[in-house]
């Protein structure tokens, strides 16, 4: 299994974005916008696998949730 991607959201490829901070005095310093990331754990190919996807993803349901818990057990005693 690959390791976690960092600061990339598995869904949209969201990452990090560059650019300036501006103060009132118009000084400029280089800064980063990293992406509102949750490592959460998803069905790929009948596998649970933990991914990190950003929270609009999450909220637009764009990724299946792996079973937690009984609903989990319960889903493994039925297929097997």
Known sequence: MA???????YTCQKGV????SVSHANNKTRRTW????QVVRVVRDG???KVKVCTRCLNA???QRAPRGAAARAA????A
């Not at 390791?3 to 959201?9: K, S």
């Not at 493994?76 to 297929?79: E, L, M, P, S, Y």
């Open 17 to 20: 974005t560059f650019g300036n």
């Open 34 to 37: 990293k992406p509102n990331l």
């Open 47 to 49: 596998k649970t696998i």
């Open 61 to 63: 349901g764009k990724v």
């Open 3 to 9: 390791p976690i991607a960092r600061n990339v959201c």
């Open 76 to 79: 493994a005693v039925v297929v």
